[in-house]
């Protein structure tokens, strides 16, 4: 049994296998306006201490699209770690369902819950990273340029656990990456050594104070949220320090042409992006925020895959999905 906590703690092979499971599950929803049940009678717990919109719906919409079936759970309800412990919320919470996602503030505590839960856990977002988010922002890259290997991601704005994701990601599929990030905002060092460590040597990390600079002919323009949740009491000073990393039509004439731009969402229009960016021809961001669905599927699945009608058998594993996904098509 794996988790699927971190970007780092899989293979590019695998990753690339849960792209795929994705890419074929999507097009089937597409063409048919179904997918086969391949998670029939599969529960997942979702435990949320953050509000969300993106990743409570997508995955709900993502089991109940094979199958399944998702369960809210709100910081109300659960009050994990202090209501009752995390070891016990992982023990008992995983006696009743097959998988659990959970959104917390601290990193530690999804680890924690993985430690002690009897079925995979899958980290939902964190203050550390987001790699659920990653994976979907692959997929759209991957749509977009059909090749993820030696294409530039700037990211411009605030180096938060989004951009940590996007960092692993592009270390496992060969990207090169510039972050544009205010002095007291660039990603820490360990972060960059595990990017780098992650690509066995073949990443390249930029990371400039200069936002012209970050995205100069870049092929995705990326950027989030100045102030992320659990920041909230820092949000003015932010305010103050962010403007000249602002994604907008000025800042894009400096990536290439062909540039996308894309952002996380949830946005804050005339902050960290302008509307006549994100509502522009190079923005991807609803297709981004709806290939959450989609990615998620491949995931689930794909961590799921010993547990229904699918065989575990290493590399002929995908084939073996993609057989089952298409069945007697
Ligand atoms: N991008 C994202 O995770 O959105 P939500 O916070 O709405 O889930
Ligand atoms: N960086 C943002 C992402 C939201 C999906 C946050 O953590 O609030």
Redesign the pocket.
């Known amino acids: 049994m794996k988790h699927f906590l971190d970007i780092a703690d899989w293979s590019s092979a695998d990753l690339w296998d849960m792209l795929n499971i994705a890419r074929v599950l999507k097009e089937q929803y597409k063409t048919k306006g179904a997918n086969k049940p391949l998670l029939k009678g599969k529960a997942l717990g979702m435990i949320f201490q ?1 509000p ?1 919109l ?2 409570r719906v997508s995955f709900e919409m993502a089991m109940q699209h094979v199958g399944g079936h998702a369960l809210y759970l709100s910081p109300q309800e659960i009050g994990l770690g202090k209501r009752e412990s995390i070891a016990d919320v992982a023990r008992v919470l995983g006696s009743y369902v097959h998988i659990i996602m959970a959104r917390t503030f601290e990193h530690e505590h999804v680890l924690e819950l993985a430690q002690w839960s009897p079925v995979p856990v899958i980290n939902g ?1 964190t ?1 550390y990273n ?1 790699p659920c ?1 990653a994976m979907a922002d692959m997929l759209t890259i991957y749509e977009e340029f059909g090749r993820l290997e030696g294409l530039h991601l700037a990211y411009v704005g ?1 180096s ?3 951009a940590t994701s996007l960092m692993m990601a592009a270390a496992q599929f060969g990207m090169q990456m510039t972050i544009g990030s205010p002095p007291g905002y660039q990603p820490k060092e360990e972060v960059i050594e595990k990017a780098f460590r992650l690509s066995r040597g073949r990443l390249s990390v930029g990371v400039t104070s200069d936002p012209v600079a970050a995205v100069q002919n870049a092929d995705v323009v990326y950027t ?2 100045w ?5 909230e009491e820092e949000a003015e000073r932010r305010r103050q320090v962010f403007p000249p990393y602002q994604v907008n039509a000025e800042l894009l004439k400096h990536a290439a042409p062909h540039a996308i731009v894309m952002h ?3 946005a804050h229009r005339g902050e960290e992006i302008t509307d006549e960016v994100a509502d522009g021809p190079q923005s991807r961001l609803f297709p981004q925020a709806e290939n959450r669905l989609h990615a998620q599927k491949g995931i689930l699945v794909y961590l799921l895959e010993d547990a229904g009608q699918l065989t575990k058998k290493s590399r002929q594993r995908f084939e073996k999905i993609v057989q089952v996904i298409r069945g007697q098509e």
Do not use: E, F, Y
């Open positions: 953050k969300s993106r990743t977002l203050d987001h988010q605030d938060n656990n989004v989030d949220t102030t992320s949740m659990g920041q996380c969402l949830p």
